[in-house]
């Protein structure tokens, strides 16, 4: 990856990660895991995952157990690659 494609990337993912307001992350980690999956599952997938990128661990888990496996998969598709990308990147 060239530089000026990881700027890009970089850019991007944290325009990704921005989506995620951190008022609106509070308002679902005040909700109940179901209520919260079955609002997630609705809303546009790359703002779902970055909400449950900045909720903890445990809560993130029962939220995907709340939700529909395929669109579970799809969040934890888009989170890993996210991921996977900045660790690659990192170890570069």
Do not use: C
């Amino acid at each position: 990856m060239h530089r000026d494609d990881y700027k890009n990337w970089l850019d991007k993912r944290n325009e990704f990660l921005a989506t995620a307001d951190a008022g609106l992350v509070e308002i679902f980690k005040k909700m109940k895991p179901d209520a919260a999956a079955s609002q997630l599952e609705i809303i546009e997938k790359n703002i779902a995952a970055a909400i449950i990128m900045k909720l903890s661990p445990r809560l993130s888990s029962q939220i995907f157990n709340e939700m529909d496996a395929k669109v579970a998969a799809k969040l934890a598709t888009i989170i890993a690659s996210t991921t996977d990308r900045a660790l690659e990147e990192t170890q570069s």
